[in-house]
């Protein structure tokens, strides 16, 4: 496993583009989340928004996006230059091939996501105060010393880190980039489309409760649990169940079929 690690490591590092796409991942998260923050405002004659932790991460919608590019690239790379014959041979087991692929995407995950959800924060921070969020109005200030801030962070980053592999099963799957990346984002986004067609209060709870992406950013709620369609945890469990399912469709096709 170690050298599988070490050569799939080499590979994703010397990928052309692994750097631009991460630190794209971060900038658009932040960028984002900074831009959604600057464009709120509170009057003090209005109901504003209650949340300001989601509210800051609000970013995480399209930096997810790029994250999933980059486990797909992971994997179809190699595929489209015929490098996945070398990689087979040279560790035959092709468990350990996707175990190992597995922890690299979700590494690089990490390292996209933590960044990203803590330069989110600081900029909701920064920002919404001077939008009329202030502690005298009842909004206190967004700090980590806050338990509930705290899982939301940690929470954003487990959904990136699930995302990337919800993404990795998937290109595994089919082997090719565009049909992956199509495959994963209509995952993503087509689930809050279809919830807007639905007009039965009851079915749309339902599909909010199992869709991967509006059931995962429920770990980013901080305020109001008991009114979510699912709580935070169980969301990010939808989530993770999405993933396995994808690894494993992955996983079987890359063992029973020809590379």
């Given at each position: ?55 800051s991460l609000t970013g995480t919608d399209l930096g997810q996006a790029v994250v999933a590019v980059i486990a797909v690239l992971a994997v179809t790379g ?67 010393t806050d338990p509930a801030v705290l899982r939301a962070m940690a929470g954003t980053v487990l959904y990136l880190v699930l995302i990337a592999l919800l ?59 008991g009114r979510l369609p699912i709580s935070p945890w169980d969301g990010l469990g939808v989530l993770a169940a999405w993933a396995a399912a994808a690894l ?12």
């Amino acid at each position: 496993m170690t050298r599988a690690l070490s050569a799939e490591w080499a590979k994703i590092r010397t990928l052309p583009g692994t750097g631009w796409l991460l630190l794209a991942a971060i900038a658009v998260t932040v960028a984002v989340s900074a831009a959604t923050s600057g464009a709120m405002s509170c009057p003090s004659s209005a109901a504003c928004h209650p949340d300001l932790t989601q509210l800051s991460l609000t970013g995480t919608d399209l930096g997810q996006a790029v994250v999933a590019v980059i486990a797909v690239l992971a994997v179809t790379g190699e595929y489209a230059t015929g490098m996945i014959r070398t990689t087979l041979a040279a560790v035959p087991r092709r468990s350990v091939v996707l175990t190992a692929k597995a922890i690299v995407v979700a590494a690089l995950a990490v390292a996209a996501g933590a960044p990203a959800a803590l330069g989110s924060l600081l900029a909701g921070r920064l920002i919404l105060p001077g939008q009329g969020y202030t502690p005298a109005r009842g909004y206190p200030d967004l700090s980590l010393t806050d338990p509930a801030v705290l899982r939301a962070m940690a929470g954003t980053v487990l959904y990136l880190v699930l995302i990337a592999l919800l993404s990795l099963g998937i290109a595994t799957a089919v082997r090719d980039a565009a049909t992956a990346i199509g495959t994963v984002l209509g995952l993503l986004y087509l689930f809050p489309v279809l919830g807007l067609a639905i007009a039965s209060p009851g079915w749309h709870r339902h599909l909010q409760q199992v869709a991967p992406m509006t059931a995962g950013l429920e770990i980013q709620a901080s305020t109001g649990l008991g009114r979510l369609p699912i709580s935070p945890w169980d969301g990010l469990g939808v989530l993770a169940a999405w993933a396995a399912a994808a690894l494993l469709a992955g996983g079987l096709l890359l063992r029973f079929r020809d590379s």
